[in-house]
């Protein structure tokens, strides 16, 4: 794949150069974005509430917000190929750390250029994968699902630090290389197919890396998606497949003396829309070999969803699910030992609803529960530092919420 991606550009390159590639003006950038403020209503566990607040309760209302300015723009040359920038600017609000990642107080989100023509597009920079730009899920009414979502993105009902999630968070599309540097490439759509690929030699980036499930960066990651879009008599249809493999280094290990282990990340989605109403659902998997069985990495989770939509109306009701190996140690650490099946689940379902007030401003609400359950550990020989299993390690709730999201 790194070969291709990299030949390719080559070839792209030499387009450019070829024959008269002025462009006619500079490139002027332009403003685009948008803010969503939400007030949120969320109600914690009380047994988690009073393990973990030390007997102060946690705020069952809060402000939560998400909000990125674009600057971007392009040009076309004398030889029609169109070349381009986008830098994308957090704004304030939750999003300026990432759940289950860190930052190191950069807000440049994405930062890329871009070339396209009759060839396709190809992207370099900080961007999401090609496998992440093809993906379908489940929809939802007021674009508050998937890992972007408050509650479904853990900004709302509190995740135990003990539970495990996909990485990437609470998605179904694969995201552990998230915004990091690398190549996309993204084929000319072909009656309805559509095919992308991604090269990137790490997951780390200036602002982030992933640094959650006792794991350190990924590197040399590889994937390959694709999607097909098109409607027959009516019937819309969206179905996507994606791939990607890379090295993932472990921070311990109680398997190995080695440190690192091999990941492959499947996903398929689909959709199916007619008259308003999508039925839609999607699947990721985690595989890794046994280096890291147990270190909270293998996994899988799932989505499914109905929306209706109407002129100004939208309403949609989800349902996610994933299961991750809790990361006990094995039998060689006596300290520690599974209780239960040994897998740290999330589940949550959620009914959202849209009304458009005017061009760029929609009204946004959201009712939804989620669960976080962690397979648990007690302390088998009484050694300090082993955590024991109880109300602390679990969690679940309510949330409710409604908020305003501006377009410009």
Do not use: C
């Given at each position: 794949m790194k070969?291709?991606?990299?030949?390719?550009?080559?070839?792209?390159?030499?387009?450019?150069?070829?024959?008269?590639?002025?462009?006619?003006?500079?490139?002027?950038?332009?403003?685009?974005?948008?803010?969503k403020w939400w007030v949120v209503g969320q109600w914690n566990d009380s047994n988690y509430?009073?393990?973990?607040?030390?007997?102060?309760?946690?705020?069952?209302?809060?402000?939560?917000?998400?909000?990125?300015?674009?600057?971007?723009?392009?040009?076309?040359?004398?030889?029609?190929?169109?070349?381009?920038?986008?830098?994308?600017?957090?704004?304030?609000?939750?999003?300026?750390?990432?759940?289950?990642?860190?930052?190191?107080?950069?807000?440049?989100?994405?930062?890329?250029?871009?070339?396209?023509?009759?060839?396709?597009?190809?992207?370099?920079?900080?961007?999401?994968?090609?496998?992440?730009?093809?993906?379908?899920?489940?929809?939802?009414?007021?674009?508050?699902?998937?890992?972007?979502?408050?509650?479904?993105?853990?900004?709302?009902?509190?995740?135990?630090?003990?539970?495990?999630?996909?990485?990437?968070?609470?998605t179904t599309a694969i995201l552990t290389d998230g915004d990091s540097d690398g190549i996309t490439y993204v084929a000319p759509t072909f009656y309805g197919l559509t095919f992308g690929g991604s090269y990137k030699p790490s997951s780390s980036k200036d602002d982030r890396g992933i640094t959650d499930l006792k794991t350190q960066t990924a590197s040399e990651i590889f994937g390959a998606g694709a999607l097909y879009a098109n409607t027959f008599g009516g019937v819309g249809v969206k179905v996507s497949g994606g791939w990607a493999t890379y090295n993932l280094e472990a921070a311990a290990n109680n398997n190995s003396a080695s440190n690192h282990s091999t990941v492959n990340e499947y996903s398929t989605g689909s959709q199916v829309s007619y008259a308003g109403f999508t039925v839609g659902g999607s699947y990721r998997k985690q595989a890794v070999d046994s280096q890291l069985d147990n270190l909270g990495v293998k996994g899988s989770g799932w989505d499914a969803g109905v929306q209706y939509a109407s002129g100004p109306y939208a309403v949609s009701l989800a349902y996610f699910r994933s299961s991750v190996d809790s990361g006990v140690a094995n039998a060689t650490d006596n300290t520690k030992t599974y209780i239960g099946s040994g897998e740290d689940t999330v589940t949550a379902y959620q009914l959202s609803g849209k009304y458009t007030l005017g061009a760029g401003v929609d009204l946004l609400a959201s009712v939804?529960?989620?669960?976080?359950?962690?397979?648990?550990?007690?302390?088998?020989?009484?050694?300090?530092?082993?955590?024991?299993?109880?109300?602390?390690?679990?969690?679940?709730g309510w949330t409710a919420m409604t908020g305003l999201s501006l377009a410009f």
């Amino acid at each position: 794949m790194k070969k291709i991606l990299i030949a390719s550009t080559a070839l792209v390159a030499a387009g450019m150069m070829s024959g008269t590639a002025s462009a006619s003006e500079k490139i002027n950038l332009k403003l685009g974005g948008f803010s969503k403020w939400w007030v949120v209503g969320q109600w914690n566990d009380s047994n988690y509430t009073a393990r973990t607040a030390n007997g102060s309760d946690i705020n069952s209302v809060d402000i939560k917000g998400d909000n990125e300015v674009y600057f971007g723009g392009s040009t076309t040359l004398d030889n029609g190929i169109q070349v381009g920038i986008d830098i994308q600017l957090e704004a304030g609000g939750h999003t300026e750390t990432q759940a289950g990642l860190t930052t190191t107080g950069d807000i440049i989100d994405e930062s890329y250029v871009f070339v396209s023509g009759g060839f396709g597009k190809f992207i370099v920079g900080a961007k999401n994968n090609g496998t992440y730009l093809l993906h379908v899920t489940a929809p939802d009414a007021a674009g508050n699902w998937n890992e972007g979502g408050i509650m479904t993105g853990n900004w709302a009902v509190a995740k135990p630090a003990k539970v495990n999630t996909l990485l990437g968070g609470n998605t179904t599309a694969i995201l552990t290389d998230g915004d990091s540097d690398g190549i996309t490439y993204v084929a000319p759509t072909f009656y309805g197919l559509t095919f992308g690929g991604s090269y990137k030699p790490s997951s780390s980036k200036d602002d982030r890396g992933i640094t959650d499930l006792k794991t350190q960066t990924a590197s040399e990651i590889f994937g390959a998606g694709a999607l097909y879009a098109n409607t027959f008599g009516g019937v819309g249809v969206k179905v996507s497949g994606g791939w990607a493999t890379y090295n993932l280094e472990a921070a311990a290990n109680n398997n190995s003396a080695s440190n690192h282990s091999t990941v492959n990340e499947y996903s398929t989605g689909s959709q199916v829309s007619y008259a308003g109403f999508t039925v839609g659902g999607s699947y990721r998997k985690q595989a890794v070999d046994s280096q890291l069985d147990n270190l909270g990495v293998k996994g899988s989770g799932w989505d499914a969803g109905v929306q209706y939509a109407s002129g100004p109306y939208a309403v949609s009701l989800a349902y996610f699910r994933s299961s991750v190996d809790s990361g006990v140690a094995n039998a060689t650490d006596n300290t520690k030992t599974y209780i239960g099946s040994g897998e740290d689940t999330v589940t949550a379902y959620q009914l959202s609803g849209k009304y458009t007030l005017g061009a760029g401003v929609d009204l946004l609400a959201s009712v939804g529960h989620i669960k976080y359950h962690d397979a648990g550990e007690t302390n088998a020989t009484g050694a300090a530092g082993a955590v024991a299993s109880g109300p602390s390690t679990n969690n679940k709730g309510w949330t409710a919420m409604t908020g305003l999201s501006l377009a410009f």
